[in-house]
């Protein structure tokens, strides 16, 4: 027997006894890591972190792409820095919801917050590992990180952090992602990354830090102290993002992943995820910011622009150091100085201003959502409708209120006195020339402008109508700007572009009264520092809501793949037609999102009534036939027409009573009932007019459809006998009224009748297919939608009388105008015509410009005259007997 065999047996015995007193402590169980957190926290700190988890709030968007993560996958969260917080909010957040929740750290350490039995268990069993294999474990080596992951408990991993790069890149320690890679290769059900970032600070970063930055961290990557003092103090600026979420299978058999071994595949992924975050919170703060004077350096020292400089002081023999003046004197006058203290103080000022005028926004967030998605993408160009100077301040407004950075805003140079013009500036505003002839260099350095702000990745906005709406209607497209923006983008500026068609309409716009001053021939007020104090007034009247509509971001990327084009090989005249083509898309994306508004249709009911005094039983006849007619097509209807229409009415009828645009035929009756007269002023049709043409996009397919079944006068039709008249009418008013050219006059007649045909109006024959009867009651209801004609048809039969008379080549295009508005005004008052809204500048300007496009410019064209008189005198006729 060996002299050391009682030794060995006595160290035996002790060896079992540890291990039986450890099996005993550790119930049987050696799986015990710091990096699992099990949610039980002493009582204190799990208050502390409900409070703050109570206090940060997470949009409803992100909580869904949660909520929606496939239940048969395994969920890993990441975020892009290693911060704790990050875990300890998601678990706290999302734990009691019954869906995801991170309860396994890769990177993360959680031995201060466990109880101190469970941190005995960690330290006694990785001593009991250590003492037989002589190294500490791992989460990978002993397999818990997959064993927790198969059992559905949600990992959690920060992306960037400089130790961990240490670690893996010098001392080769595993690379949560490379784990995550290899345990997808080996197992069908998809494991789901879920990105996610909380932003301390969403404003934009400067270029040059400051000193707070250096010491108390960027807004970036903010210190340990700014977080704290951010979640202690201002809980409600900090925003919470999740971004689309990555499946790993689906990345992993992408052909240029597939190719690669799991290290370069595991670089591929990370990349991808920082991509994503960090696209995620430029969405939300912006780009980072330069200052307007690196900005205009950036710019005049460009190769390409210093290159067009020296060519254009050649060309014109002015000295180079002239022209590089007046170049950098251009983007002087141009350029906004975009301030995040100007926003922050105009954020205050117009909470203050629209609380105080608007009885509030319509605004949907899905489409805020969307929006702020794509601007992930790519820079978004802004194409709102313009009927007002307060779309300058309500878009960007919104913006802001949501989470994004206030855009770039093309705005006249009439809008850059002092004091607005500096503010403006501060918000983002950069100034142009209303027009760019003879200003060849001026042009170049705004081209070169607009491509520094999509470069950057600023969102820009530009109203592609050129200016306010002084109708109601959406204008026709100026693609000027849109060009600049399109060659920008084609010059290499950014890889894509989204533009979103944007509808902003109001229950009642400010300025009224200037719209009918201008349209009556009046000269336009210039906007200057007496006008801003004029404002004053305003803040004592109430206008109602203002409606808001995002329409889906239109790639330009997918458009010319959808249309099959090269446009870098277009000639000057195919581009500007390929342009002029996607401003009508456009401008038909915004009417599409017309908000059909109580104060339209009543203006619509009233002004279509053939003769001046009704009832309102009368009148609302016609009020609920558009309305049904709106119900039908899916029109957007504003929220209070949805909620209760007919007390939506009575309140306009109201407020139309109280501004006097209507009046009782009765002074001394109280209560307005089915039978009350009422007659409309006359000389406040015009105002009425802008209200119905707010709406009219709606019924110009069923005017044309209705006007031309009103003339073939017979109350049996086939569809194909409306397609000449139709297509006649949607020629002459290409000016007033935009359409599809993608749809068909067949298809846009048919729509029109099919919502005829729910209204009673028309019913199908029975024996013959595309064969329609009239009903009793549908020739009246036919003429209140043609009815929308009838002051279009006064303007262009005043136009024609007109140009009988004289020729109107002699006359600039201003007075020219001005010219037909003096005849229309004489013919007014000989009762020649009847609608007081047809006089309008607008109207006889694009009347006389179609004319001359047909060649019909005076008394030496009296036979085409005679045809087009004809026809409209027959259609006026026939919809107001």
Known sequence: MSLFAPINNLVSATRRKIRRLLAFLLNDSYDYYSNFYPGTQSFIIQKILNHLVNKISIDKNSLKRIKNTAPDSIVVFTCKNKHIFDFLYFHTLLKPMNGPYPELSFDLRFSFLLPAKQIGRIILSHLYYFFHHFHFKDIYSSGYARKMLLENRAGFISLIEEDEFYNRFIRSTPDPLFHLIELQKQIEKPVVIVPEDIIYITKPMHKNPSLGDIIFGTHEKPGRLKRIFTMLRQPDKIRVEVARPVNLKEFLARPDIRRLDSEFQTHRLRSLLVDILNRQRKSITGPVLKSRQEITEDILNRKSLREYLAAYADKTGMPLRKVNKKAAGYIDEIASNYSLRVIKFLDWLFTWVFRNIFEGISVSQDEINVMRETYTKAPLILIPCHKSHLDYLLLPYVMYKNNMPCPHIAAGKNLSFWPLGPLFRGAGAFFLRRTFKGAELYARIFAAYIEKLLYEGFNIKIYIEGGRSRTGKVLPPKIGGLSMIIRAFLSGACEDLYFVPIYVGYDRVLEEDAYLKEIEGGNKTPENFKGLLNT?????????????????????????????????????????????????????????????????????????????TFTKKQMFARVNTYMNHLVFHEAYLSDTLTIDPDNAFDSVVENFLSRNFIELADEDEDDITDTTMLIVKHNK????????????????????????????????????????????????????????????????????????????????????????????????????????????????????????????????????????????????????????????????????NYFAKNHINGSGDQVRIDEYKEILDLLSRRISS
Not at 565 to 587: C, Q, R
Not at 692 to 714: L, M
Not at 769 to 798: Q, V
Request: proline residues 3%.
């Open 536 to 612: 004053r007034k305003f803040l004592k009247r109430k206008y109602g809501k203002v409606y808001i509509k995002f329409d889906t971001p239109i790639s330009m990327n997918g458009y010319m793949e959808e249309k099959g084009v090269d446009l870098k090989k277009f000639t000057d005249p195919e581009f500007s037609h390929f342009v002029k083509g996607f401003g009508y898309k456009l401008i038909n994306h915004i009417n599409d999102n017309t908000v059909a508004t109580p104060h339209g249709l009543i203006a619509s009911g009233i002004l279509n009534c053939s003769e001046s």
């Open 685 to 848: 049709r015009p105002v009425l007019d802008y209200y119905k043409n707010s709406v009219i996009c709606f019924f110009v397919p069923a005017a044309y459809t209705a006007a031309a079944i009103i003339e073939i006068d017979r109350f049996k039709f086939e569809m194909q006998d409306l397609v000449f008249r139709y297509k006649f009418l949607q020629k002459l008013f290409t000016d007033e009224f935009s359409f599809d050219e993608q749809i068909s006059v067949q298809n846009q007649i048919s729509k029109a009748l099919k919502g005829f045909i729910s209204e009673g109006i028309l019913v199908p024959d029975p024996e013959y297919a595309d064969t329609f009867n009239l009903t009793s009651e549908g020739l009246r209801k036919l003429k209140w939608f043609a009815a929308f004609l009838i002051p279009f048809f006064e303007s262009y039969m005043t136009c024609l009388v007109f140009l009988e008379k004289e020729k109107t080549d002699k006359y600039d295009v201003k007075e020219r105008a001005k010219k037909l508005l003096s005849f229309g005004t004489k013919l007014y008052k000989r009762n020649q015509v009847v609608r007081k809204e047809s006089l309008s500048l607008i109207n006889y300007r694009n009347a006389v």
